[in-house]
């Protein structure tokens, strides 16, 4: 019995010790993933398991934003427009942003977001929306070229 208890609980500590750098290693991948290259707004979730549950709403790309580009640096986040610009907008603009990987967390010019993946293919991230939109949460996608 001494010997089923001492297996049980070194498991539980590799266990742990296991989770704990594995949680280390994916925060130090995704922020590499996340400066690497620039990220373009898309529709198509590559990896809905990572999505909120509930009514989501995927975040439409309007025709003028599908080459829009974002590009993330230590602690600022740049957005240039492309060639198709929409009505009134800007040329390009740079925001503040800063993660918390422990929490799932991405602020981005003062507003906090969800983390639902950063991966070398795809940049997820959600927020609340009120309910009586039809909706739980509002999606928002991103991928490398």
Not at 23 to 30: F, K, L, R
Not at 108 to 118: A, F, H, K, P
Not at 119 to 134: A, N, V, Y
Request: glycine letters at 4%; proline letters at 3%; hydrophobic letters at 35%.
């Amino acid at each position: 019995m001494k010997k089923i208890l001492c297996l049980v609980a070194v498991l539980t500590i590799l266990g742990y010790a296991c989770t704990k750098e594995e949680t280390i290693d994916n925060a130090t991948t995704a922020a590499a993933f996340l400066k690497s290259r620039e990220w373009k707004p898309t529709v198509i979730d590559r990896n809905p398991a990572t999505s909120p549950a509930g009514k989501i709403l995927y975040t439409p790309v309007a025709e003028c934003e599908k080459d829009d580009r974002l590009k993330f640096s230590k602690d600022s986040l740049l957005v240039t427009k492309g060639a198709i610009i929409c009505e009134n907008a800007e040329t390009g603009y740079q925001v503040t942003y800063s993660m918390d990987f422990n929490k799932r967390k991405i602020t981005i010019n003062g507003t906090e977001y969800m983390l639902g993946e950063v991966t070398d293919k795809q940049l997820k991230f959600f927020i609340r929306i009120p309910s009586q939109s039809g909706y739980d949460y509002q999606v928002y996608l991103y991928e490398h070229e």
